[in-house]
């Protein structure tokens, strides 16, 4: 079989996907075989500067049978407005989150006409989007995939390259897909928003927001004291998305696409901080993953402080070392 023949029944298979009896957050994209997943991947795929082959490590994972048997709970608030926008799919290691910011460096035709749209059409707005491996029965030799934790994006910034633009794009709010529309020249589909369920304990929540933002506050000054390099940017990824995270975004789309104030701190604590090893970096990737599941911003609030007072005490222990290392 070519590969155009597999991507075209692909593609019919994922235009007449419906929403299986899971989260809210995830849709099922059932009978579609590595093979065909591969070629769906470097058809759609956005090339990111951390990991250009990502999809080719999706299609092994998915050989390995690796996925998730856990029940799946539908509670988290929905709304009626949706959106149709484009949807860039990526691996669960580059899960994102509200506030965070990423760049991606885009080349490919496919690529470019998905930017194109997002900018001239969709008001800078697309979809970042966790294609998940799961396993739907072990005697199925074929494999089906999850689109989990759906991210709403802004386009922040675009440098034009010789070969391609350098996007970087900031994290807005979570949503769940609920249909594909499209895939040629690039995925595209319908999205609704997600927000945690109403608080009914404004004055805890708003004293655990407050403790937070210190504990922000106090790992950025470390953080900055830790660098070495002079051309690292004062202000650190907790610090840019915490900033963001105090406004309220301005955007041309309904109100119930952007978090609360309460919830987008919530987010703000989960940034990569400079230095981190390769087991940091899977805790982080592990909270950032949590953080999405939750629906409750007061928990989120409190896994972000217990998350953020270690990191301190890390980045202190660091920054002792690193000065006994310049005496």
């Known amino acids: 079989m070519s590969c155009r023949t597999t991507l075209n029944?692909?593609?019919?298979?994922?235009?007449?996907?419906?929403?299986?009896?899971?989260?809210?957050s995830s849709l099922l994209l059932s009978n579609i075989t590595p093979n065909s997943f591969l070629a769906l991947g470097r058809r759609i795929g956005g090339s990111s500067?951390?990991?250009?082959?990502?999809f080719h490590l999706l299609s092994r994972v998915c050989n390995h049978g690796v996925g998730s048997n856990k029940k799946l709970r539908c509670s988290f608030v929905t709304y009626a407005g949706f959106l149709e926008l484009p949807l860039l799919p990526f691996p669960s290691d580059q899960v994102l989150v509200p506030s965070e910011t990423k760049t991606l460096h885009l080349f490919e035709a496919r690529y470019l006409k998905l930017l194109d749209e997002s900018l001239f059409k969709k008001?800078?707005?697309f979809v970042h989007f966790v294609l998940d491996p799961i396993v739907v029965s072990s005697m199925s030799k074929e494999a089906s995939f999850a689109a989990r934790y759906g991210c709403l994006v802004v386009i922040e910034k675009v440098e034009q390259l010789d070969v391609g633009a350098l996007v970087t794009i900031r994290g807005i709010?979570?949503?769940?897909l609920v249909k594909f529309a499209k895939v040629d020249p690039f995925?595209?589909?319908?999205?609704?928003?997600?927000?945690?369920?109403?608080?009914?304990n404004a004055s805890e929540i708003s004293s655990k927001v407050q403790e937070l933002k210190e504990a922000l506050h106090g790992l950025n000054s470390l953080e900055i004291k830790l660098k070495a390099a002079k051309d690292e940017p004062l202000q650190t990824q907790t610090a840019n998305s915490l900033?963001?995270?105090l406004q309220e975004p301005i955007l041309d789309c309904e109100e119930a696409f952007i978090p609360s104030f309460a919830e987008r701190v919530s987010f703000a604590a989960l940034q990569n901080v400079s230095g981190s090893t390769q087991s940091e970096m899977m805790k982080l990737k592990n909270e950032k993953l949590k953080a999405m599941d939750v629906k409750e911003t007061l928990e989120r609030l409190e896994n972000s402080l217990s998350f953020i007072n270690n990191i301190v005490s890390m980045t202190a222990a660091k920054l002792a070392i690193q000065s006994l290392n310049m005496q």
Request: glycine content about 4%.
């Open 123 to 125: 008001k800078k707005l």
């Open 9 to 24: 029944a692909l593609t019919t298979n994922i235009a007449s996907t419906s929403i299986p009896a899971v989260t809210p």
């Open 173 to 176: 709010g979570r949503v769940t």
């Open 187 to 200: 995925l595209e589909g319908t999205v609704l928003p997600l927000q945690d369920n109403v608080p009914q």
């Open 49 to 54: 500067i951390t990991n250009l082959n990502h």
């Open 243 to 245: 900033e963001w995270a």
